[in-house]
């Protein structure tokens, strides 16, 4: 973990615990337990979306077991995501890692990772523009100026996605990984390198040439939205089982603008603090208690821990089983 990456863990995980003992860390643990067994529900219901975005990724690779690859690679990206304090960049080179060791093309691995990643975060901004034109036009009165703090946020967060995402797309266009292998191999020498520029040069022309395939392009879009919409479902379900149920439209303002801010906010390790930050910040609006903003929260990083864990577990096994099968004389796993 370099140091950048540490402060913002340490400066996440002070917010956290901040708004933990501002809200009372017992009424919020109370409304986790009324949850009880349904949290493990929440986090079965979120393999419908996780299936949904690894289709997403599935439609930009081709070849056998296309779907099942991008499913274990989305799973595994999403637990390191998530739990490892690897900002937002450790979950997509594993994915691509992931795709190479089951026979794509490192090249075209990586350019399926780079472009879906890219295009899920255009569909998650339009998903939160989504859900603050609903909200306004549906709303009624909440409370002005609640909502019109609750705009600033949202579209302030939009915003700062939006930068990132057009930088990200700009730079793609430019040669990102032949420009970046080549400043490694200035810094540190060859063996700095991430690839060799040939290498980096090839998954830049893959990632330009499936900017062309504009059917697939869209398909990605239309998929990764259909999984920002079946979140709507996890937040609906999370709450209800906790004892503070809302209406459909305050689900999709809680889920759709609750990950903008999260998505702001890609450079802290799992987004934590602002995320429970966010949602504090809606619960007024949906007209929810604080502590059970916060637990939504909680049990949204239940979640995580319950599908991340298993994940975390099957990349390790994953990783050994992958050195075996290139290593003659080693016993493959089972």
Known sequence: MTRTAALLLSLGAAVFVAL???QGAGAVAAALATA?????????????PLII???????????PASFFNALRARWVGESVNSLLPAGQIGGPVLMARHLAQRGLAMHDAAAAVTVSTTVQSVAQIAFALVGLVAFAAFAGERGAASVHALH???????GVLAVAVGAFYYAQQRGLFGRFSRLLGKLFGPHGAMASAAGADAIDRAV??????RGR???TFALSLGGWFLGIGEVWLALRFIGHPVNWLDALLLESVGQAIRGAAFAIPGSLGAQEGGYLLLAHVVGITPDAALALS????ARELALGLPG???????????????????PLAD
Not at 152 to 158: D, H, I, P, Q, Y
Not at 298 to 301: C, G, T
Not at 318 to 323: K, N, P
């Open 20 to 22: 933990l003992a501002w």
């Open 36 to 48: 009880g067994w349904g949290l493990a529900l929440v986090a079965v219901f979120h393999v419908v």
């Open 53 to 63: 975005d690894a289709a997403a990724i599935a439609v930009l690779i081709e070849g």
């Open 152 to 158: 600033l946020a949202a579209l302030g967060a939009s």
């Open 208 to 213: 330009r040439a499936l900017y062309r395939r």
């Open 217 to 219: 392009i869209a398909a």
């Open 298 to 301: 909680l049990a949204k990083r």
């Open 312 to 330: 975390l577990l099957y990349l390790q096994w994953s990783e050994r089983d992958w050195r075996r099968r290139r290593t003659p004389g080693l």
